[in-house]
């Protein structure tokens, strides 16, 4: 996952490195370099909740696009029901995406987030309803800490509402292009960024 951002920042910002976030247009950079992030996350709950066959998710790893991990652990409903929960934690180990600030100038984003283990892991909370074809609902909130281009912590706080399918394998997936992510990115500087996107 490959993120392009077209801001009006001095690329200063970008040159200078480590920056915090006290500005909107450094809490959008902090959030641009999560937005796979949550993508991932719920593809990987989804790999768990399909592959569970307990309470407890299988553990699911996957790897930033550049560098580093993301773990994704928790507890699924089990059951014959058709309506199921997910409530999982999201571990990050140096993990960084690219993002490009301006394709035109080939202009880039480094930024390395991972998680406190010593703190409570960010959560993303799903709820299915209508298995496998019908709808999705939840939250993924939790604070994610920054090195390199930005540093120190930013915390995502966001909605997420779809529509979820089959997978063609017995399975179930979120319906890519119908999931409504909304909420706020927010640094310790007083930064805020409001997220409104369709993934």
């Not at 920042?9 to 976030?21: E, H, I, K, M, R």
């Not at 509402?161 to 997978?167: C, F, K, T």
């Not at 979120?174 to 927010?186: E, K, L, M, N, S």
């Amino acid at each position: 996952m490959r993120n392009t951002l077209v801001l009006a920042v001095p690329l200063l910002l970008v040159a200078c490195g480590g920056g915090s976030v006290t500005s909107e247009e450094e809490a959008e950079l902090a959030y641009i370099g999560l937005d796979g992030a949550i993508e991932r996350a719920m593809d990987l709950g989804f790999d768990g909740f399909n592959a569970a066959d307990s309470a407890n998710i299988p553990e699911q790893v996957g790897d930033g696009d550049e560098s580093g991990t993301m773990t994704v652990n928790g507890q699924v409903d089990q059951g014959s029901s058709d309506n199921k929960g997910m409530r999982l934690t999201v571990a990050l180990d140096e993990y960084q995406d690219v993002v490009d600030v301006d394709p035109e100038d080939d202009n880039e984003v480094v930024v390395t987030y991972w998680t406190d283990a010593e703190a409570d892991l960010p959560v993303l909370d799903l709820g299915l309803r209508n298995i496998p074809d019908g709808t999705i609902s939840g939250d993924f909130s939790g604070t994610f800490q920054m090195e390199g281009d930005l540093e120190g912590d930013v915390t995502l706080d966001v909605t997420i509402d779809g529509e979820i399918e089959s997978d063609g394998a017995d399975g179930t997936q979120r319906a890519a292009g119908t999931i409504t992510v909304t909420g706020t990115a927010v640094g310790p500087g007083g930064g805020s960024f409001d997220i409104d996107i369709t993934i």
